[in-house]
C-alpha cells in the first residue's frame, strides 16, 4: 500500500492551498482516509477524515469552517482544500488510510501512512 501526499508549500495567511492523498495497493474505495499533521516539536494530531460509506467527515475544532477534505474513488484519491489559513496551520501534514469505515482521531488507529508534505504558513 502506497500513500503519496503533495501539495504542500509556503503560502501567507489568509491563503489558500489544495493537498492531495493519491493511494495505491489497497481498496480505496472501501477505505476511510484521514489528514493528520505535525507542527514542529509537537505530536501528531488529527486534522479531518472522511469515510468509504456515506461519505461522512469529521473535523478537528481548529479547523472546522476553514477546511474541507473529499475523495474521488474513481482516481483513488483524497483531498483537503486548506482556506484561511494561519501561522498555527504550519505543520507537516500526513494522510493515512483505514481498511473500513472510520473517522476516529486516535493515529494508532489507522492502518497506513503517506510521507508528509510540509505546509508553511508565513504571517
Known amino acids: 500500500v502506497q500513500l503519496q501526499a503533495s501539495g504542500g508549500g509556503l503560502v501567507q495567511a489568509g491563503g489558500s492551498l489544495k493537498l492531495s492523498c493519491a493511494a495505491s495497493?489497497?481498496?480505496?474505495?472501501?477505505?476511510?482516509v484521514a489528514w493528520f499533521r505535525e507542527a514542529p516539536g509537537k505530536e501528531r494530531v488529527f486534522v479531518a477524515a472522511?469515510?468509504?460509506?456515506?461519505?461522512?467527515?469529521d473535523y478537528a475544532d481548529s479547523v472546522k469552517g476553514r477546511f474541507i477534505i473529499s475523495r474521488d474513488n474513481a482516481k483513488n484519491a483524497v483531498s483537503l482544500q486548506m482556506n484561511s489559513l494561519k501561522s498555527e496551520d504550519t505543520a507537516v501534514y500526513y494522510c493515512?488510510?483505514?481498511?473500513?469505515?472510520?473517522?476516529?482521531?486516535?493515529?494508532?488507529?489507522?492502518?497506513?501512512w503517506g510521507q508528509g508534505t510540509l505546509v508553511t504558513v508565513s504571517s
Open positions: 493515512a488510510a483505514y481498511r473500513g469505515s472510520t473517522t476516529n482521531p486516535r493515529a494508532d488507529v489507522w492502518h497506513y
Open positions: 495497493g489497497l481498496t480505496f474505495s472501501r477505505s476511510s
Open positions: 472522511i469515510r468509504w460509506s456515506g461519505g461522512r467527515t
